[in-house]
Nanobody, 125 residues
Framework: QVHVIESGGGSVQTGDSLRLSCTSS????????VAWFRQAPGMEREFVAG????????YYSDSVRGRFFISRENGWNTVYLQMNNLKPKDTAVYYC??????????????????WGQGTQVSVSE
């Protein structure tokens, strides 16, 4: 089972962009589907975006579609989440999740068995 580490979070203003990274040191990371989830204070963790093993299929929640873009560089064992036109409602801890067996279209927490520690994204007015 791989381990993943998120990076790239920070504090920005409305309309700014950030790029989050999810990196693993294990070469087998390329055999995992990967998703980004987020959890705002007092809220349940929610699916944001997912990507298949080859990086050829992507999935998004309605709240971020058209603003966020997920991609992966398998040569670097890294999955990215490019977040554009950020809004205060995007403020949350963002988590990278991975699963070896499933498909990238799944959107519930229980479908993923590898989780990072999270990275904070804060968007102010």
């Amino acid at each position: 089972q791989v381990h993943v580490i998120e990076s790239g979070g920070g504090s920005v203003q409305t309309g700014d962009s950030l790029r989050l990274s999810c990196t693993s040191s294990e070469r087998t990371f390329t055999t995992y589907v990967v998703a980004w989830f987020r959890q705002a204070p007092g809220m349940e963790r929610e699916f944001v975006a997912g990507i298949n093993r080859a990086g050829t299929s992507t999935y998004y929640s309605d709240s971020v579609r058209g603003r966020f873009f997920i991609s992966r560089e398998n040569g670097w064992n890294t999955v990215y989440l490019q977040m554009n036109n950020l809004k205060p409602k995007d403020t949350a801890v963002y988590y990278c999740a991975a699963d070896h067996w499933g498909t990238a279209s799944r959107t519930t927490q229980r479908d993923y068995d590898v989780w990072g520690q999270g990275t904070q994204v804060s968007v102010s007015e």
